[in-house]
Nanobody
Framework: QVQLVESGGGLVQAGSSLRISCAVSGVTSIHYVVGWFRQAPGKEREFVAAVNWNGWNTAYADSVRGRFTISRDNSKNTAYLRMNSLRPEDAAVYFC???????????????????WGQGTQVTVSS
């Protein structure tokens, strides 16, 4: 079955960088969108970034645009989120998800995604 496993989270200081990964298995095609979402305690899950199937089209939340970069390596079935200039407000559990419906268009709403990982914790100290 389809599985998504996030890794690379941890505790970092404000202003530093971190790269988290999402390994996808159990898929027979690379034609899907990968999205990153995050959820902080007491808050709703929010969109962070998404990339279409070939990596050419991306979408970002306003709060991370210019600081975060989403990418993917289809030869490894892995997607990445590079996070620079981290802020305390970036602290959350980060989830990756995939959407098979429209692989050319980065999705931004959680309900559009078919499969989800378990999440990786990112903590940012001030």
């Amino acid at each position: 079955q389809v599985q998504l496993v996030e890794s690379g989270g941890g505790l970092v200081q404000a202003g530093s960088s971190l790269r988290i990964s999402c390994a996808v298995s159990g898929v027979t095609s690379i034609h899907y969108v990968v999205g990153w979402f995050r959820q902080a305690p007491g808050k709703e899950r929010e969109f962070v970034a998404a990339v279409n199937w070939n990596g050419w089209n991306t979408a970002y939340a306003d709060s991370v645009r210019g600081r975060f970069t989403i990418s993917r390596d289809n030869s490894k079935n892995t997607a990445y989120l590079r996070m620079n200039s981290l802020r305390p407000e970036d602290a959350a559990v980060y989830f990756c998800a995939i959407d098979f419906r429209r692989p050319a268009v980065p999705s931004t709403r959680p309900r559009e995604f078919n499969y989800w990982g378990q999440g990786t914790q990112v903590t940012v100290s001030s």
